[in-house]
Structure formats: C-alpha cells, structure tokens
C-alpha cells in the first residue's frame, strides 16, 4: 500500500490541526493504519491507530483525551485516515508518519509495521 501524509504546518499552542493520510494500492479490509511521530535523536513514538473498518481505534495514553483518529475507505482500494489534534502542546512538535499493517491486527511498535507515507512536519509554537 502507498501511503501519503498531508496537513502539517506551524500551529499555536492550544490550537487544532488535522493531518491526513491517503492509502492506496491495496485492499481495504486488509490493513490497519497507525499514526506514529518522531523527533530529532528520539525513536519513532506511536501515536494512534484504526483497523480496517474504522470501528476500532487505540490510543497512546498521553494523547487519547486530544486526539482523534477516524477512517474513511472510498472504493476498494483507497483510504483516508485522518488524525484531528487539538489542544496542542508544544510537546506536540514532530513529523507525523502514517503506517500501514497487513492483516487484521494492529500494535504499537513501528518495526510491525509495513508500509511507511513520508511524514508532515507538525511545528507547536508556544
């Protein structure tokens, strides 16, 4: 699956942003989709993720109160996954990555993951 982020920028604290992910190239119902980011000398964090259907979601725990992750799948093969942000911080500040895994399971850790989007710069200025 190919996977295209979108929706960064440079925010205030305490504002909302959307970031988007469209997925293509693969069956739907065939992967879940994570959000991940990551800043300079840190590892890739999860962030939020969303199965197939778009009935189940997780949530890291520091984020789950502000975040919001949906999923909109349009035909057979394209999804757009949207990750809404609000109340940002600049702890908040990162490139934002979307994920895709095969099969119908999802986890936390990047490496499970198998299919990576380039990320879009989210920048919280305070």
């Known amino acids: 699956v190919q996977l295209q982020a979108s929706g960064g920028g440079l925010v205030q604290a305490g504002d909302s942003r959307r970031l988007s992910c469209t997925a293509t190239?693969?069956?739907?119902?065939?992967?879940?989709v994570g959000w991940f980011r990551q800043t300079p000398g840190k590892e890739r964090e999860f962030v939020a993720a969303i199965d197939w259907s778009g009935r189940a979601t997780s949530y890291q725990h520091s984020i789950q109160d502000r975040f919001t992750i949906s999923r909109v799948n349009s035909g057979y093969t394209k999804s757009t996954v949207s990750l809404q942000m609000n109340s940002l911080k600049s702890d908040d500040s990162a490139i934002y990555y979307c994920?895709?895994?095969?099969?119908?399971?999802?986890?936390?850790?990047?490496?499970?993951?198998?299919?990576w989007g380039l990320g879009t710069q989210v920048t919280v200025s305070s």
């Open positions: 190239g693969r069956s739907v119902n065939d992967y879940a």
């Open positions: 994920a895709a895994r095969y099969g119908n399971s999802w986890s936390h850790q990047a490496g499970d993951f198998d299919s």
